[in-house]
């Protein structure tokens, strides 16, 4: 699905910038022209707005624009754009790990999702 830009007349595609917390399932949800670092660093901090303060941590899923290496075993290393905005807001962003958080961690935790679907406006 797509959408037509009033000022170049053209058809693009949205995709949407989906948060949630895990247990009350409390969501924002935003489009955004595409998933570069600079418009997902623009809704993460339109979402942290929405809920009026920011999480512990936020598990991202899907974060290639933000990680430099991907290592087996320990955390992601994150690039300088999104190690600057955690610490702007006072929280921890990292990619999403296969382990499982206990129930008092993940009331603390803020899922951020991409879905690459189009929108259509």
Known sequence: MSYID???NTEC??????????????TYVEAAASMNQSDRLYCNAHMLEFF???PVKI???SLKTGVITHPKHGESVLNDA??????HYQTQSCRQK?????????????????????LAC
């Open 52 to 54: 009026g303060g920011s």
């Open 82 to 87: 999104y190690l600057s905005f955690a610490e």
């Open 13 to 26: 595609t949205a995709y949407l910038f989906v948060a949630a917390f895990p247990y009350s399932r409390y």
């Open 98 to 118: 296969s382990e499982n958080l206990s129930r008092k961690q993940a009331q603390k935790v803020l899922q951020v999702r991409w879905r690459e679907r189009s």
């Open 59 to 61: 598990i991202c899923d």
């Open 6 to 8: 009033p000022d170049k």
